[in-house]
């Protein structure tokens, strides 16, 4: 059964700061990895939709990379600010039944 | 993106009382929709997967009675919270999909309040 962590749970920066969250999964016979941003109470936001065949995908301040052999996703988050506040979602789609499976999030705050 | 809509956003409701949440695909015909739940300050956690014109499948110690799953057309599924408990009190998160393969869109999700 596919196990996805995320690492760390939650992050405090200060303003500015460049961060890298980390999410791994247990089985590398992955379709797709996304990355998701949760306001709370609120629903899913898609950040980055990374195929299983690229090995990064970028989008404004925002990248993330896949190697798939070690069952490893970053996401670098450039030059934070105060509105990045949020938790960040990593979740992996597996070839059996394609569902996806999250992570347990990290709980970030960017301070001003 | 795609645009998936919930609704209601939030509810409340007496104990005993059923609950019906609503997912609909606004631009794209979903093949398949996912219904998640979400405690508080944790991740979400897959309840049902259902396929339109078939019966959901629901993940392990999920009450298929409880939470009844509809998935009558390719833009619409359902999920009743049927009799209530404040235990179900959580929220809610829908996601389609057109394909098997292609990337899925969520709702934006519905706080349940059981009182």
């Known amino acids: 059964k596919q196990e996805v962590t995320q690492i760390p749970a939650a992050l405090s920066v200060p303003e500015g700061e460049n961060l890298v969250l980390n999410c791994s999964f247990t089985?590398?016979?992955?379709?797709?990895l996304q990355w998701f941003r949760q306001d709370p109470g609120k629903g899913l936001t898609s950040l980055l939709l990374i195929q299983s065949s690229q090995r990064e995908q970028t989008s404004g301040r925002l990248n993330a990379s896949l190697d798939k052999s070690s069952g490893r996703s970053t996401l670098y988050i450039a030059a934070s600010q105060p509105g990045d506040s949020a938790t960040y979602l990593c979740?992996?789609?597996?070839?059996?039944?394609?569902?996806?499976?999250f992570g347990g999030g990290t709980r970030l705050m960017v301070k001003p | 993106g795609a645009v998936v809509s919930q609704h209601p956003s939030r509810v409340i409701c007496k104990s005993g009382t059923s609950v019906k949440i609503e997912c609909r695909s606004l631009d794209f015909q979903a093949t398949t929709m996912f219904w998640y739940r979400q405690f508080p300050k944790q991740s979400l956690m897959l309840m049902a997967t259902s396929n339109e014109g078939s019966k959901a499948t629901y993940e392990q110690g999920v009450e298929k009675d409880k939470f009844l799953i509809n998935h009558a057309s390719l833009t619409l599924s359902t999920l009743t919270v049927t009799s209530a408990h404040p235990e179900d009190s959580s929220f809610y998160i829908c996601?389609?999909?057109?394909?098997?393969?292609?990337?899925?869109?969520f709702g934006q999700g519905t706080r349940l309040t059981v009182v």
């Open positions: 089985d590398s016979a992955i379709y797709n």
């Open positions: 996601s389609a999909r057109e394909n098997q393969g292609t990337e899925a869109f």
């Open positions: 979740a992996v789609y597996g070839y059996a039944g394609n569902m996806l499976t």
